[in-house]
């Protein structure tokens, strides 16, 4: 299966995320115009015809699934079913029993349509004697009534690569659709979405994961034990003086990134945890720590934002 990153723009022409062609410029098919007016096929210059090999060709389908974050990290296989329409078996998909498959229209000579000349303009409506086929079988399959393909549910396994994302896109080529009377099948695009996670949560490639840490550790520093979405155990080293927010970066620890062997970031949010349930003797302790005479310097951010909220004040008062 060939693989994709055009997000949710499968189906676009434009192939890209915007799903806009620009290759297509800004002319407009007139025949589209007089198709509109004349309910039939206005024709120009160019065919719009859906046919291929005497058939119809079949339609792209869209599956969405859904996986772990885990199942990201090291790519997985997942099983698919599905209920389309499927290559007949009793005819091999070209919709005739025995050894004559089908004869040329004698109405439309083979083209699929009838052309009529009114004017300056040439009008082309489908042949209403073969459906636009251009052949007729004289013996239909029984089993699919003379379409080449019948329903029925269709059983995969899917491959999923490593660092795939919600909103990427797994292409399988000729899995969707079958032609009518053996013509080309449509493609098969798989979504995934990946599952919240419990602990991590995810930005491209990187990692992020919210750590709660106790006061007396973000204030004298020490180490933490992380894990990883690889599922191995990190020593992390947690500064002297560490702030509520503050972020830690752990290099090529995040998910695989497509196409490459690196692999993406892994960042530690610390959320410093306020003391609660404090004995009376802790809560002396903490109060002969603020009455030290260098506590100010201990807390400079607070104790400058008082002083600036103080200053403000006295300025407005003696204005």
């Not at 396994?157 to 000729?174: A, F």
Request: net charge positive.
């Amino acid at each position: 299966a060939a693989y994709d990153r055009y997000g949710h723009s499968a189906f676009s022409d434009g192939g890209g995320r915007g799903g806009f062609d620009f290759n297509s410029g800004f002319s407009t098919d007139f025949s589209d115009i007089f198709n509109d007016l004349f309910g039939g096929g206005f024709r120009g210059g160019r065919s719009s015809s859906k046919r291929q090999d005497g058939g119809t060709v079949g339609s792209d389908l869209r599956l969405d699934i859904e996986i772990t974050l885990e199942d990201s990290f090291n790519g997985t296989k997942v099983p698919i079913n599905y209920v389309t329409h499927v290559k007949c078996s009793s005819c091999s998909g070209s919709g005739s029993e025995g050894s004559v498959k089908s004869v040329q229209c004698s109405t439309c000579h083979g083209a699929g349509n009838i052309r009529t000349q009114q004017g300056f303009f040439t009008i082309e409506r489908t042949c209403h004697v073969c459906n636009g086929e251009g052949e007729i079988i004289k013996n239909k399959c029984k089993k699919c009534s003379g379409s080449g393909r019948v329903r029925d549910e269709v059983n995969l396994l899917v491959t999923v690569p490593k660092g795939i994302e919600s909103g990427d896109k797994i292409r399988l080529n000729g899995k969707g659709e079958a032609g009518y009377r053996g013509a080309q099948s449509g493609d098969l695009y798989v979504y995934p979405n990946i599952k919240k996670h419990k602990f991590f949560t995810r930005n491209g490639a990187d990692l992020y994961c919210n750590v709660p840490i106790k006061m007396i550790l973000a204030t004298l520093g020490g180490h933490i034990e992380m894990p990883s979405i690889d599922g191995t155990w990190t020593k992390v080293k947690v500064p002297e003086g560490s702030q509520n927010g503050d972020k830690l970066r752990l290099k090529e620890k995040g998910m695989p990134i497509i196409n490459s062997s690196r692999r993406g970031d892994m960042y530690i949010q610390i959320t410093v945890e306020t003391p609660v349930n404090l004995t009376k003797q802790q809560k002396e302790l903490l109060k002969k720590f603020d009455e030290e005479p260098n506590t100010v310097e201990c807390s400079p951010q607070s104790t400058g934002f008082f002083q600036k909220v103080k200053s403000f004040w006295n300025d407005i008062r003696s204005s």
